[in-house]
């Protein structure tokens, strides 16, 4: 798991926090959908709707693909976070597009991967967040399993939790992000966003957030 450099790290996280689709609440935690409680919330769809910030995660993504990856022939968008960008991506490589569902359509073509890809391509795919990995790698599998060589994932964010960071090292997919939780803290903190009596407790989630608040 690498993040892509710390310039566009602590860029990225200014706009994330800016624009509120990181939310910080402590005393008033978040469940996710694992049932987790969460003292941070990160909706990263918020940024489709900046023109500014959504060009700027493009081009670092670009940027990113062109440093950390060979040339991939397709551009893939895990559903539903990644399909947006991975879009944009796609268009300014001048690549073809895919996207990957959760799982497979229970009507129609049943199909998990939507649009054109040959076997053997060299696939780049493109997530929005990494929690514990689960469905970025389902994705990365679904692929391998029709014939494509993946060649890594870019991230906007990722918490950096122990078990994604195995399950991306099992899978042997090399993961890139934009910004992590560390930088994220660090950004948030340094500009009055939170109040420094929380940093420890942020701390302390981020080492067992399956038992936090519990």
């Known amino acids: 798991m690498i993040l892509n450099n710390l310039e566009t790290a602590k860029k990225t996280a200014e706009y994330l926090l800016q624009i509120k689709a990181i939310k910080i609440n402590p005393s008033n935690p978040f469940t996710w959908a694992s049932g987790w409680k969460s003292p941070i919330y990160c909706d990263n769809r918020k940024t489709l709707s900046f023109p500014v910030i959504r060009t700027y995660l493009r081009q670092e993504i670009v940027k990113c693909i062109h440093d950390q990856f060979a040339t991939p022939n397709v551009v893939a968008g895990v559903a ?101 939780y560390n930088t994220i803290i660090q950004i948030a903190n340094e500009n009055g966003i939170i109040a420094g009596q929380y940093l420890e407790t942020l701390r302390e989630w981020r080492q067992q957030p399956e038992i936090w608040g519990k």
């Open 80 to 180: 539903t976070g990644g399909i947006a960008l991975g879009v944009l991506t796609a268009q300014d490589m001048g690549l073809p597009f895919v996207y990957v569902r959760s799982e497979a359509k229970g009507h129609g073509l049943q199909n998990r991967i939507e649009g054109h890809i040959e076997s053997g391509s060299n696939v780049v795919v493109i997530e929005d967040l990494i929690s514990t990995g689960g469905s970025s790698i389902s994705v990365v599998e679904a692929l391998r399993e029709a014939g494509c060589n993946v060649v890594g994932m870019v991230a906007i964010f990722t918490y950096g939790f122990d078990v994604a960071i195995k399950k991306f090292q099992d899978a042997k997919c090399p993961l890139v992000t934009l910004s992590d």
